[in-house]
């Protein structure tokens, strides 16, 4: 019954920016912890950053200083903010809630380009 769904890509300029989010449904969301990965084609899918219930944080070291993750439990939210983008970065981004069995959002796909 938990549900996530992603919002927020599109299309953005080389050194822009883009918010993510990511609302949860379905669950006590304020003590789960979240996570943002991303998929490019031809890639695996990448652990970008994730957030624990009492908001702590860790991100993959590709992303440290550009990439932020937030939440917003009283909207049962997630957020991803993207800044200086770059091509490298356009791929699908999925969301996560880390439940006894990982539920995965639709994706957003994230277009960097000129």
């Known amino acids: 019954q938990v549900q996530v769904v992603e919002s927020g890509g599109g299309l953005v300029q080389p050194g822009g920016s883009v918010r993510l989010s990511c609302e949860a449904s379905?669950?006590?969301?304020?003590?789960?912890?979240m996570g943002w990965y991303r998929q490019a084609p031809g890639k695996q899918r990448e652990f970008l950053a994730r957030?624990?219930?009492?908001?702590?944080?860790n991100y993959a070291e590709s992303v440290k200083g550009r990439f932020t993750i937030s939440r917003d439990n009283a909207k049962n939210t997630v957020y991803l903010q993207m800044n200086s983008l770059k091509p490298e970065d356009s791929a699908v981004y999925y969301c996560?809630?880390?439940?006894?069995?990982?539920?995965w959002g639709q994706g957003t796909q994230v277009t960097v380009s000129s």
């Open positions: 996560r809630a880390q439940t006894a069995v990982p539920v």
């Open positions: 957030i624990t219930s009492g908001g702590s944080t």
């Open positions: 379905g669950t006590i969301f304020s003590i789960l912890t």
